[in-house]
């Protein structure tokens, strides 16, 4: 049976990995960053996935970062060893935090406060345990972290290193980047991101605090950066699959995107030339990333069962379990017969990914499914 | 231990039921239906869990409405016999219909175009059987349906009835009614629904075809309808839980809303005044429903861990694993505690829930876990 009748045997909606583009984009990027002599650390938040991550890390001691504590005890379930958790941490989560690093897992966790610097050297020394900590570095204002030239940083090092907690390094996210025009902006995010997090190491390393790390990293900059001198690591996540938003900042194109919803045509309404489809946002997400974009592709484009982008075509609204297909020009959108099966290409990977529980994933000849981490 | 500490010592972000409310809420359709002697038969698509549905339905042969095969086939696992699925049918999806006919299940399926009927017509016919089929009517052209005069009607009607299926009789949905401004246009959105529905049936049964349901809802319309002439059941579901959309149109209040996401401070940014929680967009979803009402939620209003709405303060952002909270007004957020426990009420409980795996369900004394039902 060929692939294109396997995968129509799957009732829909599912999620569909197109294996060959998802080898090319993690391929990709390796060799971009090959020549600055950093180590890439894949972010496990997009696939969030055991079969999957095999394909993304070399080996169980390869670098990874999660999202959740939950993503950081599958994965070292499963092996994995060196793990940050690179969501601010609180005293709630660190018992598990301590769990994992019992377990002979390098996992290290990030803060940006006095009270959390506080509240995990009071952890170490009541559990008589030393967490690799990062000190989260804000590069452009657009969430949290400490500025590089505040006194701060100082201040917080010194309470974790005296305090017994190993200064791991410090580590920044450039999150505005996803909202770049153009190259020349990429390039100077990325450049934003490398300087913050390098001036930071250095302001800590001339106090005589340690920071043998330097981490940076979001797709758009790890796919823009001219120049890493200082850094030691980078970060991406969104880069394996790649998707609308990053299409329209042009850091891939449509065609490259691995990840797409499979879906049925449900109905057709004569009056409006809408197409009815069995993906609303429950299989889609609710994601519009693009909405803001200088192209809005609503909840996503339209290709037919083999990947083929159909021009003009967009899910234009989405209800529970109901999109709806329209068309830019005159084209009769009945001539698409009910029960065909359509690939929608998302805006947004992570989002879209995290409405399933698991991806079919399928090459020329082969259909596998891996499964999805879920929870916290 | 109190409710209050049993929840603190849960790993956030989790999602919560506020069971007094729900039961009230619950208790407050049925009471409002109650005088127009109409059939309520509640959307599982919310609430999702077999453990929550026992709160909705009365017993096994309660009527319910599901918006995937998968809950049909969830729900008819744990014994309920009374289901509509309400989504477009396709020949894909009938087999498993079909298999749940034979367990003794009163599934009933919709379908709006003579391309659905005679799928159905020709599969009933192949398979000896005859599936109940409701005719989906369009009431205010907010997605798909036939028009109550559109000759279309009875032409499918004929096919379906001429086939040998059961024309078991018409469906609509006032989707436009979750736009309304007012408590007349609601009033004004549930006689659309009626008048359309009635007026199909009247149609149909006047060319001698059968119409023994009629069957008009939404939450708004449900608890908007002054009028109930004709019309035998009424459908309605996130009224369970209610949320900020459905408190923007004034079908209840911020108040009524029993279900939200627990989640804890994990961070706090000086400059801005922004407090950062560990509910993102995983955990609460991407719906902002409310952003098109009068007053825009955010991503949520921000309740204390007891559930008293806290003034002023809203998620404003959310990331993947990030929310951020502001305040109109002020005060310093960085009042409130790292780690402090807080609960988020949602734009769209729908949307919300569906990010989860399951709830927790408390009351004054006891605290339960109920699973969600996933995938399609």
């Known amino acids: 049976m060929s692939i294109e009748q396997r995968l129509q045997s799957i009732d829909t909606p599912f999620l569909l990995i197109d294996k060959p583009k998802f080898e090319a984009n993690i391929a990709a990027l390796r060799s971009r960053l090959e020549p600055f002599k950093v180590q890439l650390r894949p972010h496990l938040k997009t696939i969030k996935s055991i079969e999957g991550a095999r394909h993304v890390l070399h080996n169980f001691d390869s670098p990874a970062v999660v999202s959740t504590v939950r993503e950081a005890e599958v994965f070292a379930q499963a092996g994995y060893k060196n793990l940050t958790y690179a969501v601010g941490i609180t005293a709630q989560k660190l018992p598990r935090i301590l769990a994992l690093l019992n377990q002979g897992v390098d996992i290290s966790i990030l803060l940006d406060s006095t009270a959390q610097a506080q509240a995990v050297a009071e952890f170490c020394l009541a559990s008589n345990c030393s ?71 250095v302001n800590l390393t001339r106090q005589g605090l340690p920071c043998p790390v330097v981490s940076v990293g979001s ?16 970060r991406a996540g969104v880069y394996t699959f790649f998707d609308l938003v990053m299409a329209g900042i042009g850091v ?25 489809i069995d993906a609303g946002w429950m299989a889609l997400s609710q994601d519009r990333g ?32 109901h999109g709806i297909i329209t068309v830019s020009g005159e084209r009769d959108l ?15 990977a992570c989002a879209t990914a995290a ?22």
Chains 1, 2 share one sequence.
């Open 355 to 376: 409405m399933h529980s698991g991806y079919y994933v399928a090459d020329a000849n082969e259909l596998d499914y891996w499964h999805r981490i879920q929870g916290w």
């Open 131 to 201: 967490i690799p900590t990062f000190l989260e570095i804000d590069c452009d204002g657009h969430r949290g972290g400490i500025k590089a030239s505040d006194p701060l940083l100082i201040e917080i090092g010194n309470i974790l290193h005296q305090g017994g907690v190993e200064l791991r390094g410090v580590l920044t996210h450039a999150g505005e980047s996803y909202e770049c025009g153009n190259k020349q902006a990429l390039i100077a995010a990325a450049e934003g991101e490398r300087a913050a997090a390098v001036e930071a190491a």
């Open 219 to 234: 797709t758009p900059t790890a796919h823009s950066a001219e120049n890493l001198d200082g850094v030691t690591e980078v």
């Open 290 to 321: 693009t909405r803001t974009q200088e192209i809005d592709r609503g909840y996503g484009l339209v290709c037919d069962i083999n990947g083929r982008i159909i021009p003009g075509l967009q899910v234009s609204g989405a209800n529970q379990e």
């Open 334 to 348: 009945s001539e698409i017969a009910l029960d065909t099966q359509l690939r929608i290409l998302p805006n947004h």
């Open 252 to 276: 891939c194109s449509a065609e490259d995107i691995a990840l797409s919803v499979v879906t049925s045509v449900i109905g057709y309404n004569p009056q409006k030339n809408w197409l009815f």
